[in-house]
């Protein structure tokens, strides 16, 4: 069944450098690659998200990058801000109706 | 346009009460989901449902129970709580295998 491994467990980062969360997956047939954020006391909000048949995709200072031989996917953010301080969460899913998600990473961004 | 709707936001249980979490959707949504949230485990799916009538285990379905009986509700029961089930619990729909919208969740406390 579809297992994620998500590392680090938290990140520290000073502003304006960049944060890099990776999160490998078993399953070889998982096909769908989303990335949520988390604010403290807040609901998940999805951020970006990525398909098996695409290697990266990006949206301002976000990106998602897959390596589908190597089975992991990786969250970049650049030019880091405080307000980039949440918890992020990586997920798949298999062509499936749910959507198994990864432990956590606690991004801290320092001014 | 509401989006999903938990209640009760916040709850105090003793060993063995039970009790029910409605989810609410005005979004039209098939699929719903009941994700429990701890520290160190990011989310776990509990149960999900692909539409009116149907539901399914996820990865931690033990000791709760669910009904999906109307398109836009997802119940979820605890018919003898235990310590273990202190959590908060995040309701969940999406219109198919992509971006989950998230409730507020709800906090319960088992004592």
């Known amino acids: 069944g579809e297992n994620v491994e998500q590392h680090p467990s938290t990140l520290s980062v000073q502003e304006g450098d960049s944060a890099v969360i990776k999160c490998t997956y078993s399953?070889?047939?998982?096909?769908?690659f989303p990335w949520y954020k988390q604010e403290l006391g807040k609901r998940p909000q999805l951020i970006i998200d990525i398909r098996s048949n695409v290697g990266e995709k990006k949206d301002q200072r976000i990106a998602v990058t897959l390596n589908k031989t190597a089975k992991h996917f990786s969250l970049h953010i650049t030019e880091t801000q405080p307000e980039d301080s949440a918890v992020y969460f990586c997920a798949l899913s298999y062509n499936t109706d749910k959507l198994i998600f990864g432990t956590g990473t606690r991004l801290q961004v320092f001014p | 346009n509401a989006g999903v709707t938990q209640t009760p936001k916040f709850r105090v249980l003793k060993t063995g009460q039970s009790m029910t979490l409605l989810c609410a959707q005005d979004?039209?949504?098939?699929?719903m989901y009941w994700y429990r949230q701890d520290p160190g485990m990011g989310l776990r799916l509990i149960h999900y449902?692909?539409?009116?009538?149907?539901?399914a285990k996820g990865e931690v379905p033990d000791g709760y129970n669910v009904s999906r009986l109307k398109k836009q509700n997802f119940l979820l029961g605890l018919e003898s709580a235990a310590p273990s089930q202190t959590s908060v619990y995040f309701c969940a729909s999406s219109y198919a295998t992509g971006e989950l919208f998230f409730g507020e969740g709800s906090r319960l406390t088992v004592l």
């Open positions: 979004m039209n949504h098939e699929y």
């Open positions: 449902s692909v539409g009116e009538g149907t539901t």
């Open positions: 399953d070889s047939a998982s096909n769908y």
